[in-house]
């Protein structure tokens, strides 16, 4: 069974930054894909950027030019980096795992990201 386990958030100010780690064991696949999505309160849960295994990432338009991820494929790791943190980032934050050799699909636990205005 995969487990995902993220780490990394906290409350930072307006213009701050804030690394999320999200770190899967078990047995997994390629190809796959590990992102992370978001959901703020009364809202829907939301892609913000996703990376393949193979290296190639996409972004949500709001984190474009802010948001940096990547991930070590030996550590089966994936980060996201969030510079210039805005109130509107603020969100519990789930890490994702999309296993698309055996179509499934894996989620964390979430962590929360408060950005004070």
């Known amino acids: 069974q995969v487990q995902l386990v993220e780490s990394g958030g906290g409350l930072v100010q307006a213009g701050g930054s804030l690394r999320l780690s999200c770190a899967a064991s078990?047995?997994?696949?390629?190809?796959?894909?590990m992102g992370w999505y978001r959901q703020a309160p009364g809202k829907q849960r939301e892609l913000v950027a996703v990376?393949?295994?193979?290296?190639?990432?996409n972004y949500a338009d709001s984190v474009k030019g802010r948001f940096t991820i990547s991930r070590d494929n030996a550590k089966n790791t994936v980060y996201l980096q969030m510079n210039s943190l805005k109130p509107e980032d603020t969100a519990v934050y789930y890490c994702?795992?999309?296993?698309?050799?055996?179509?499934?699909?894996?989620w964390g636990q979430g962590t929360q990201v408060t950005v004070s205005s």
């Open positions: 994702n795992l999309d296993d698309r050799r055996l179509f499934r699909n894996y």
């Open positions: 078990g047995i997994i696949f390629s190809p796959n894909a």
């Open positions: 990376i393949s295994s193979g290296g190639s990432s």
